[in-house]
Nanobody, 124 residues
Framework: QVQLVESGGGLVQAGGSLRLSCAASGRTFSSYSMGWFRQTPGKERQFVAAISYSGSSTDYADSVKGRFTISRDNAKNTVYLQMNSLNPEDTAVYYC?????????????????WGQGTQVTVSS
C-alpha cells in the first residue's frame, strides 16, 4: 500500500515553470514505479510521464517531451515533475500515480494508486 499526496500546483503565466511534488507514504517506495497523469474537463485522462523504481528509466508523452522532467528521490519518498515552457494546453488537474514493480513502455499500463490531484492553470 502507498498513499500519495501532491503539491506544487497553481496559476502561472504561459512560458513559466512549476515543479510538482508527490510525497508517498510507506516503507517500500523504492519498489514502486511512479508517474503523472493529467485530466482536463471534456478530455480523457492523459499520460504525462513515468519513472522506474530505480530512476534509471523514464517515459514521456510526446506533448511534453523536452519541456517536462520527471525525477525521484527515494531517500525522501518523493517524486517530482518539473514543468517548463508551460502553455495553456497544459492546464489540467495533475495526478501522481504509482504501481508496484517495474515500469513498462506501455503508456496504458495500470497504475494502482492515485493521489487526489493538484490543479495547474496556465494563463495566456
Amino acid at each position: 500500500q502507498v498513499q500519495l499526496v501532491e503539491s506544487g500546483g497553481g496559476l502561472v503565466q504561459a512560458g513559466g515553470s512549476l515543479r510538482l511534488s508527490c510525497a508517498a507514504s510507506g516503507r517500500t517506495f523504492s519498489s514502486y514505479s511512479m508517474g503523472w497523469f493529467r485530466q482536463t474537463p471534456g478530455k480523457e485522462r492523459q499520460f504525462v510521464a513515468a519513472i522506474s523504481y530505480s530512476g534509471s528509466s523514464t517515459d514521456y508523452a510526446d506533448s511534453v517531451k523536452g519541456r517536462f522532467t520527471i525525477s525521484r528521490d527515494n531517500a525522501k519518498n518523493t517524486v517530482y515533475l518539473q514543468m517548463n515552457s508551460l502553455n495553456p494546453e497544459d492546464t489540467a488537474v495533475y495526478y501522481c500515480v504509482a504501481k508496484f514493480g517495474p515500469l513498462t513502455r506501455n503508456q496504458a499500463q495500470r497504475f494502482d494508486y492515485w493521489g487526489q490531484g493538484t490543479q495547474v492553470t496556465v494563463s495566456s
